[in-house]
Nanobody
Framework: EVRLVESGGGLVQLGGSLRLSCATSGFFFDEFAIGWFRQAPGKELEGLALISVGDGRRFYTDSVKGRFTISSDNAKNTVYTVYLQMNSLKPEDTAVYYC?????????????????????????WGQGTQVTVSS
């Protein structure tokens, strides 16, 4: 059974930082890509960052490049944890943030317009964690 458990959201002031965590389990990690999306009230889902687990390649969308960093930890072989370090936060970063997992065989995910396709390429979604940035 695939599990995604997110944590780390909360309230932060303008310019502050937060680190989100997503503990994943239940699948063969190397064949998958794991990423982060967010959705603000009244807005579309927005892809942010992605890591190809098998080779460590990382991808970012322009809206967060330079401010957000995706990283991972496989210290426990049965749990693969992905982090999203968010710096220089702005009120427009306020949203529910989701951890997502997609099967990346032959770069199915990373070679696609993954940030736009969302649920078409990511099969598993976390429950979401709220991030609120106050001004």
């Amino acid at each position: 059974e695939v599990r995604l458990v997110e944590s780390g959201g909360g309230l932060v002031q303008l310019g502050g930082s937060l680190r989100l965590s997503c503990a994943t389990s239940g699948f063969f990690f190397d064949e998958f890509a794991i990423g982060w999306f967010r959705q603000a009230p009244g807005k579309e889902l927005e892809g942010l960052a992605l890591i190809s687990v098998g080779d460590g390649r990382r991808f970012y969308t322009d809206s967060v490049k330079g401010r957000f960093t995706i990283s991972s930890d496989n210290a426990k072989n049965t749990v693969y944890t992905v982090y999203l370090q968010m710096n220089s936060l702005k009120p427009e970063d306020t949203a529910v943030y989701y951890c997502v997992v997609g099967w990346n065989y032959e770069d199915r995910v990373v070679a696609s317009e993954w940030a736009r396709l969302g649920r078409e390429v990511f099969d598993y979604w976390g429950q979401g964690t709220q991030v609120t940035v106050s001004s």
